[in-house]
């Protein structure tokens, strides 16, 4: 379930929204485990039906308007400016403390199929074809979304490795 949690979180960026989508897919695995085949992998199948609840939560929002309510704005200048709240995120802060914020921020300007397969096999252990069964693709998109996922964040990290005292390979 943890597993679970936090790659909806990290596609969510939202610890409500992550909690849904987690609810979503038992929901889902519950009224459809007549669907599920006796010997397939448990947990690639719930994470298939997560990735597929969250491509169709995002296709409802992106179709819908955007609704502004009147009283939210008429609000929103008359509001305390010394009154400032903190909201910490304690995943988000746990997760970035593991890895660091320069790390952090890589993997989050990752494009989400660049994103989705390295938290898949890097973070969440899956095997290529695992992770072309859970987002159904082929498995050479796999190792090449992985290869250029990789690229990118290494071009990206490359001076915050070398401060940090790493030495490139050749």
Known sequence: MDALYNFAFHLTYNEDDANDLVQETFLKAYRFIDSYQEGTNAKAWLFKILKNAFINDYRKKTRQPTRVDYEDFSGYNDADEDSTTTYVDLRQEMFS??????????????????????????VEDFSYEEIASIINIPIGTVRSRLHRARNILKEKLRKYAADEGYKEKR
Request: hydrophobic share 45%; charged share 25%; net charge negative.
């Open 97 to 122: 403390g593991l890895i660091g914020d320069e790390v952090t921020r890589a993997l989050n300007e990752l494009p989400v199929d660049f994103r989705t397969v390295i938290l898949l096999c890097d």
